[in-house]
C-alpha cells in the first residue's frame, strides 16, 4: 500500500514508499497529472482576470499542456480576409508556473501592440503552429481525425456504414498526398455543385477536418456552404389514405404485405420494420433506430388490428444487413413492383396524419425519432394547401372553439 501526502508549499504529490504495486504508480501518475493541470487552469484565470482589468483584450489559454494566447487579430499575410477576428497564437511554453508568468508578459506586449497600432503578425508568425502540423498530408490528418472519431463513437455495423456513407465518401476525394490547407479544401469543395447535397456534405465534413487540425481562416468554408436544404417536392404527389390503403390490398406477399403496412401504420423509416417489437401491441417499439430506441403508435388502430400486424411476418433478407442495406432492400422492393410512390413517402403520409389529427410537433417528432426542427422544417413541407385549410375549418368550426372578446 502507498500512501500520499500533499506538500503545500511546493504543490506536489509524494509517495511514500510501501511495497507500491503498478495500479499504485498509475494511480499517483494520474493524480498528480490531473492536480497539476488544476493548479495551472486556476493560475492561467488569475492571469487573465490581471489581464481583463488592464483591458489588455488579450487572455492565455491552454491546450494540453501548451500555452495559446487569444484575441481579435488581423488576418494573417496568407488568409483572404478584410476584417480582424478571434484567433489563437501559440506561445510554443509550457503550462507550467514560469510558463504561466511568461503567457502573461507576452500577452501585455500583444495588447500593446494593438493599442498602438504597431502589431506585426511578422512578429508572431514563426509560433503560429508546430512544423509538424505544416508539413502533415491530409491522408495523415484524416487517419488522426477517423482514430480520434473513433475514441469518441462506439464502433457498430451502423456507425462504420455512417462512417463510409459520410465522412469517408468526402475524404477519399481529397489528395491525400498533399499537406492540408485552407486552399486544398476549398479547391474540392468549388468542384461540386453550388447549393446542391455534395457541396454541403463537402462543407460540412470539410470544416469537421479543418477545426480539427485547427487550421486558420476554416471559417471561409462555411461561406461555400451554400441554400441547400433537405427538398422541398410537391405535396400533391403524396397518395392519400385512400389510395395507400387500395394499394395495400392489391399486395400478394404476406410478409410484404406486413412490411407495407407497418410502414403504414408507424411512420417507420424503412430499416425500422426489421428493428420492430410488437409484444405490446398496437403500442410498437422500435429496438434499433436512426436515434435509437423509441415508441411509435397507429394513428389509425382500425388499419393495425384489420390487417394484424401483431403477426410479425418478414421477407426472406438477412437481418444483420447494415441498416442502410436493409433500407436499400425495401426501396428496391418498391422500385421493382413499379409503384406510383416511395417507401418513404409513407413516411411523409404519417407527418401528415400527424399534422392533421392535431398532433403537437414535438410529439409527433418523438413518434417519428427525429427533431422539432426536422419535422417542422423538411416534413411539414409535404403538407398541401388543402390539408391546412380541411385542418383550420376543423378548429374553426369545433363548438368548444373560444370567441372573441364582446365589447
Known amino acids: 500500500m502507498a500512501l500520499f501526502v500533499l506538500l503545500p508549499c511546493r504543490f506536489k504529490i509524494c509517495q511514500i514508499k510501501s511495497g507500491k504495486s503498478s495500479k499504485t504508480q498509475k494511480f499517483s501518475h494520474k493524480f498528480s497529472h490531473n492536480f497539476n493541470e488544476l493548479m495551472s487552469d486556476e493560475a492561467i484565470s488569475k492571469a487573465n482576470e490581471r489581464l481583463k482589468t488592464m483591458n489588455a483584450r488579450v487572455s492565455i489559454e491552454r491546450r ?27 506561445l510554443g511554453a509550457k503550462a507550467t508556473p514560469v510558463g ?3 503567457a502573461e508578459q507576452k500577452a501585455k506586449l500583444l495588447g500593446a501592440q494593438l493599442d498602438l497600432g504597431q502589431f506585426n503578425w511578422a512578429d508572431w508568425i514563426d509560433t503560429i503552429e508546430a512544423p509538424q502540423e505544416r508539413t502533415a498530408t491530409i491522408g495523415e490528418w484524416v487517419a488522426r481525425f477517423e482514430k480520434d472519431y473513433w475514441n469518441k463513437v462506439k464502433r457498430t455495423p451502423n456507425k462504420e456504414e455512417n462512417w463510409k456513407r459520410d465522412y469517408a465518401v468526402v475524404f477519399s476525394r481529397l489528395p491525400k498526398n498533399e499537406p492540408l490547407t485552407l486552399d486544398a479544401l476549398l479547391t474540392y469543395i468549388k468542384s461540386t455543385e453550388p447549393d446542391s447535397r455534395p457541396r454541403k456534405r463537402a462543407c460540412d465534413y470539410c470544416h ?34 385512400e389510395e395507400i390503403a387500395k394499394w395495400y390490398e392489391t399486395i400478394k406477399n404476406p410478409a410484404w404485405r406486413w412490411v407495407a403496412g407497418a410502414m403504414i401504420c408507424y411512420g417507420l423509416r424503412n430499416h425500422e420494420v426489421f428493428r420492430l417489437d410488437a409484444k405490446d401491441f398496437p403500442v410498437m417499439r422500435v429496438t434499433e433506430g436512426k436515434t435509437g430506441d423509441r415508441v411509435v403508435l397507429p394513428l389509425y388502430p382500425e388499419w393495425a388490428e384489420r390487417w394484424q400486424l401483431q403477426q410479425k411476418t418478414l421477407p426472406q433478407i438477412n437481418q444483420n444487413f447494415s441498416n442502410a442495406k ?68 376543423q378548429i374553426i368550426y369545433r363548438d368548444e372553439r373560444p370567441l372573441p372578446p364582446t365589447i
Open 208 to 241: 469537421k477536418l479543418a477545426e480539427f487540425a485547427n487550421l486558420e481562416g476554416r471559417e471561409a468554408i462555411k461561406s461555400y456552404k451554400g441554400s441547400y436544404s433537405a427538398k422541398s417536392v410537391d405535396p400533391r404527389q403524396l397518395p392519400s389514405d
Open 64 to 90: 494540453g499542456d501548451r500555452l495559446w494566447l487569444r484575441a481579435t487579430l488581423p488576418p494573417k499575410p496568407h488568409i483572404n480576409k478584410s476584417q480582424p477576428y478571434q484567433q489563437k497564437v501559440s
Open 100 to 102: 504561466i508568468q511568461y
Open 326 to 393: 436493409l433500407g436499400t432492400k425495401i426501396s428496391g422492393w418498391f422500385y421493382d413492383n413499379k409503384t406510383s410512390f416511395s417507401a418513404y413517402d409513407l413516411r411523409h403520409c404519417y407527418a401528415r396524419r400527424c399534422f392533421e389529427f392535431g398532433l403537437a410537433p414535438d410529439w409527433a417528432a418523438g413518434l417519428m425519432g427525429h427533431s422539432v426542427k426536422v419535422h417542422i422544417g423538411t416534413y411539414r413541407a409535404w403538407i398541401d394547401e388543402a390539408t391546412y385549410l380541411r385542418v383550420y375549418r
